[in-house]
């Protein structure tokens, strides 16, 4: 697919969440707001359970941008605060219950919430986040936002199972890879985009925004699937090897394999599978991650994406809100490079 | 709260499910068929586990007091077909979540499905649904109705969340006990009924039916709770005994250790624990429950919430579907007596 892209536009990203946090800073504060006043309830585990998670730093990616798409497309309104904290509701449950299905022992360089709640309590504080968003996606008074995040949320739980029922299946396709990424991670970001850019009043810019929603997320998801072999916990406190633990096949062990020879097969085989796994195979998944270039392959593959989320601001008219989501492609990819 | 009750009306209740599954044959059939269909996927594992569990025989209780509700306000419309649906999709996917969190090991009379499938499928499919009950619900094309069901999913999972708070506090309030049940089964039983009248084209008989819906809601699942003290499986493919085994407060107990000497107390406080449990135990509790009264007390209780669900009728103009909806409430209380 790279010989269709243009050419990256130069252009500093170092700053562009925080360009984006300052542009957005009153909206965010409205979020925030929200993030807190509607997981509110007299049953003490659901507020300390969400503050704990919702409050552990995310970076608020997907609030960002459907904040950004509603003001590039008109403005943003108090439906789409509500919708921005429906989105990051929507993603703080996805997490909760990813979370106990994939046995993860930290979420945002915290304890995972599972180990002080048990799992039950993630499991049932997830469905309530999830059951609020759709009460705050009421309020937008949208019928057509509701379809949107209703469907997106439905893909993403299709592409979770998906996921689960691909576990240990080792010759797993890049296309299956990216059929399920784009599932579990793009479509809420794509969603995200959409919606947001009906919420601030525009119908033709909805699909330019989607198609930049849904790039940026496949970028960001496999940047977090090489950052989970990339040997640094600190840019997004996930610990490095939880992938390889779950067993759990991402592009740059798709491709390290694909790459590999009879006796590297034979080693991811055996090491992706918890009951045959030895001690230091994860220094060897990664020695053979880097060994045959499948790292800077996930890496290309990565920026190949969020080069297409910037062509799909082509069509969309400048503005500050514009030039900070092109920025926000570099960064997504820069993390890793 | 018995004073306040008017006497019960003279019929026979034999046959209530009987009568409501011919009153509303096509529009069962119309519902069943959405059943299957929407949670049609390409990845097996939604529809097969879907199947399991919504095939399995349950009696669609939820369903047919939406549908009778519409009937009883105007007529059932496709919409009201997949506001039925949506309804038992929600009810599965707490089912399906239940099951984990509850470590139950029979629903509806068959092995839980995550036995089957894993608790990671049960948590994933039970998203899937409960995503699934959205998209069907927008196709309502009724914001409100989207509201009452959203709102009440929210309630349900602080239900959950509530009980899961109070396992193992064994001076557990009648109160508490009745808000818990009020919020993870009574609050998707009056939302049902109030957005089946809705749907049925009423605004006016939404709120006796909510209260019908509310008040049958409570008398299920007061008799459910006494069933899994009663000695049979065969009504509701429930183990006798699971309540016990988890340590659940239901009313039987509350009232049988609230009634029983210090000696029963400290049983209780004993039993209800696992690490503390001894062999016997079930039995002797049992034993407790019938001893004290708390079997019959309990059973009072549920009647008399049957009785307020048909008193809540007596405001809706009289058709045959008010009639079994009446004969519901019976029904209901008759499984455990």
New interface residues.
């Given amino acids: 697919m790279t010989q269709t892209l243009t050419p990256r536009r130069p252009k500093s990203n170092g700053s562009a969440i925080e360009t984006l946090q300052s542009l957005l800073a009153g909206d965010l504060e409205a979020v925030e707001r929200l993030l807190v006043a509607r997981a509110a309830?007299p049953?003490?585990?659901?507020p300390d359970m969400s503050g704990y998670i919702v409050g552990a730093g995310g970076k608020r990616l997907r609030p960002m941008v459907t904040l950004a798409a509603a003001h590039v497309a008109g403005g943003a309104t108090p439906g789409t605060h509500a919708l921005a904290t429906a989105v990051e509701y929507i993603h703080t449950a996805?997490l909760l219950?990813d979370d106990?299905?994939d046995d993860s022992d930290l979420r945002r360089g915290k304890q995972a919430a599972k180990h002080v709640w048990g799992?039950?309590?993630s499991?049932?504080?997830g469905?309530?986040l999830?059951?609020?968003a759709?009460?705050l996606?009421?309020e937008t008074?949208s019928?057509e936002i509701?379809?949107i995040l209703?469907?997106a949320?439905?893909v993403?739980?299709?592409g979770?199972?998906?996921q689960?029922?691909a576990q240990g299946r080792l010759d797993l396709p890049t296309e299956d890879y990216l059929a399920i990424i784009e599932a579990k991670t793009a479509a809420l970001f794509e969603a995200a985009a959409r919606a947001g850019a009906l919420s601030g009043g525009s119908e033709t810019l909805a699909d330019p925004l989607a198609a930049y929603g849904k790039n940026l997320g496949l970028a960001f998801q496999i940047v977090d699937d090489a950052l989970d072999y990339g040997g640094t916990t600190a840019v997004i406190g996930k610990s490095v090897g939880d992938d390889f633990r779950e067993g759990k096949l991402t592009m740059p062990v798709i491709i390290a394999r694909r790459r590999g020879s009879d006796e590297d097969k034979a080693f991811w085989d055996r090491a992706m599978h918890a009951e045959t796994r030895k001690e230091g195979d994860l220094a060897h998944a990664i020695h053979l991650i880097r060994a045959t270039g499948a790292a800077e392959a996930t890496i290309a593959e990565a920026r190949a994406y969020a080069s297409l989320a910037q062509q799909a601001l082509n069509t969309v008219p400048a503005s500050p809100y514009r030039d900070v989501l092109d920025a926000l492609a570099d960064f997504t990819v820069s993390r890793v490079s």
Same sequence: chains 1, 2.
Avoid at 43 to 46: E, F
């Fill in positions: 309830s049953v003490a585990m659901i996805t219950h106990v299905v799992n039950s309590g499991i049932l504080v469905d309530f999830f059951a609020r759709f009460t996606m009421v008074g019928l509701l379809d209703s469907h949320s439905t993403i739980a299709e979770e199972v998906r689960l029922a």
